[in-house]
């Protein structure tokens, strides 16, 4: 037991008690999520080798009826896409990039999810030679407020 807490302590010691070090660590573990797909579309396979290329543990369930879990989790209209995953207790919604998830699973945002709406051409899983459409990232919470969380330029 000694050992342990000695080791403990001079692992500390090495990264100086420094909260990004710590931060670092806890973002290189993988991230279990959950996506939500049809058999039928081609791009969310596409979007999931992206999850998994950034360390993200993905359950693929495919269904006839996305539709269902997008009602169930409250996800409107406008915030739809092809896909939906759920995080951590977060939807996220389509073509959202590994990098917005692991951003909304740590700074735990008072809100139901994030989305990128319909499905822009140059997102993950939306990888269309060099052409990149503009997007944003944009949360979404139980009263259908919106606030867009991140933004790319396209070309």
Known sequence: M???IGLIFFILMGVGFNVNAVEQVVA???VEIDVYRS???GCCGKWIKHLQENNFIVKDFVTNDVQ???DKYGVSENMASCHTALVNGYVVEG?????DIIKLITDKPKVVG???PGMPVGTPGMDMGGRKDAYSV?????????QVVNSYEGN
């Open 39 to 41: 058999p039928t579309c």
């Open 95 to 99: 073509h959202v990039p590994a990098a």
């Open 138 to 146: 944009v949360s979404f919470d139980k009263e259908q407020n919106y």
């Open 2 to 4: 000694r050992k342990i």
């Open 114 to 116: 994030i989305s990128v």
């Open 28 to 30: 290189a573990a993988p």
């Open 68 to 70: 269902a879990i997008k």
